[in-house]
């Protein structure tokens, strides 16, 4: 069996240290005291031997064995089934990683099953065995001391984040592509955390409520009401964090928007610089074209004088018409004509 520590207690102080559940079984049957065994990962077998020992109730035995239970308190009976989610912060990854530990409390025995290395139950037991006093009042000493371990561990926790919520602010506003992502997965991280540390301060009411039909010892009573101040602090600092990442998130938003519209109107203001260019541009080949009509145009009709001129500047004696009395009136007229044919046809497509 995973025995990390086995110990009988009598008035407060290490008396037996058995091998075995069975022996701290039998050894408490021979002495009035306190048994607290500790267990770290037990498989199925051996916590089923642990509550036939210590007549567990069958549903406290089922959540233990299912795990992945949430943090909560509940009585069976003279016994009490208690389930913790501590905690610690990994900075390098800004991840929360939990574990479970499992308290079963009754008559003369305290059983604490841990499946995480958080919390460290070995300063738990430590603390408490160099205060006889107070581990004598019985296993609500141990319970008390437990949670206020876990709220204790807590702190780092919100340490952690509180750092990195500060870095978000500064990336907020340095155009940082990855700080959405970032807001996102720590207000994930804050929620779980939120999950784990909540349900603490009903815990804590509820056994304070009970202190009287139970009878509760006055000073654990006054010691769990300073763990109670301590988890609503806890609890209030991981609400602040939720709303300042959902506030981060929302600038985030609004930055990414105005980035967006920023971008869009400078792309406007491109699109209508580049139209007027286009603009200039097609009225300056307009023009050009235009001019170029005219050129032709006129090009065109002076080429027909040009023709009949060079024709007759040949100075061939035999050509049609040269010594005809008519004949220079004639390719006169037959210049101007095809001219002027010319002409309107140019001026019909608006070429002048």
């Known amino acids: 069996m995973p025995l990390v520590d086995n110990a009988v207690y009598v008035g407060g102080h290490r008396t037996e240290n058995p091998r075995s559940v069975e022996e701290t079984f039998e050894v408490l049957r021979e002495r009035k005291g306190m048994a607290w065994i500790g267990l770290y990962r037990p498989d199925a ?8 020992e210590f007549g567990l109730h069958f549903l406290a035995v089922d959540d233990a064995l299912a795990g992945h239970q949430r943090a909560k308190l ?3 009976g003279d016994t009490l089934f208690v389930v913790l989610r501590p905690a610690r912060y990994l900075d390098a990854e800004e991840k929360v990683e939990f574990g479970e530990l499992h308290v079963f409390l009754g008559p003369g025995f305290v059983v604490t099953i841990r499946h ?5 139950v070995k300063r738990v037991r430590r603390r408490l065995e160099e205060n006889p006093e107070l581990l004598a009042l019985g296993p609500e000493s141990v319970l008390y001391a437990v949670l206020d371990q876990v709220v204790d561990e807590y702190g780092p926790v919100l340490a952690g984040l509180e750092n990195d919520i500060d870095e978000i602010e500064d990336q907020l506003f340095a155009n940082d592509a990855e700080v959405s992502r970032r807001i996102y997965e720590l207000h994930r991280e804050v929620t779980e955390f ?3 540390s909540f349900p603490l301060v009903a815990m804590l009411e509820s056994l ?4 009287d039909k139970y009878q509760l010892d006055l000073e654990l009573q006054r010691l769990l009401r300073d763990v109670l101040d301590h988890a609503l602090k806890v609890t209030e600092r991981a609400d602040a964090f939720r709303l300042l990442l959902q506030n981060a998130l929302a600038v985030n938003t609004t930055l990414v928007s105005q980035q967006q519209n920023d971008e869009m109107r400078r ?3 491109a699109s209508l610089a580049q139209n007027e260019e286009t603009r200039k541009l097609s009225e300056t080949t307009l023009a050009q ?3 170029t009509k005219k050129i032709s145009s006129w ?3 002076l080429f027909a004088p040009t023709l009949i001129g060079t024709i007759y500047g040949m100075n061939f004696d035999v050509m049609p018409e040269l010594h005809w009395t008519f004949g220079y009136p004639l390719a006169v007229v037959a210049m101007v004509a095809m001219g002027g044919v010319l002409y309107s046809v140019f001026k019909t497509k608006r070429w002048l």
């Open 194 to 196: 939120q999950r784990a």
């Open 289 to 291: 074209t235009e001019q």
């Open 299 to 301: 090009a065109a009709i």
């Open 74 to 76: 509940e009585r069976y």
């Open 45 to 52: 077998e051996e916590i089923r031997s642990v509550a036939t």
């Open 267 to 269: 792309l406007t203001e």
């Open 116 to 120: 995480a290395e958080s919390p460290d």
């Open 208 to 211: 304070l409520r009970g202190s």
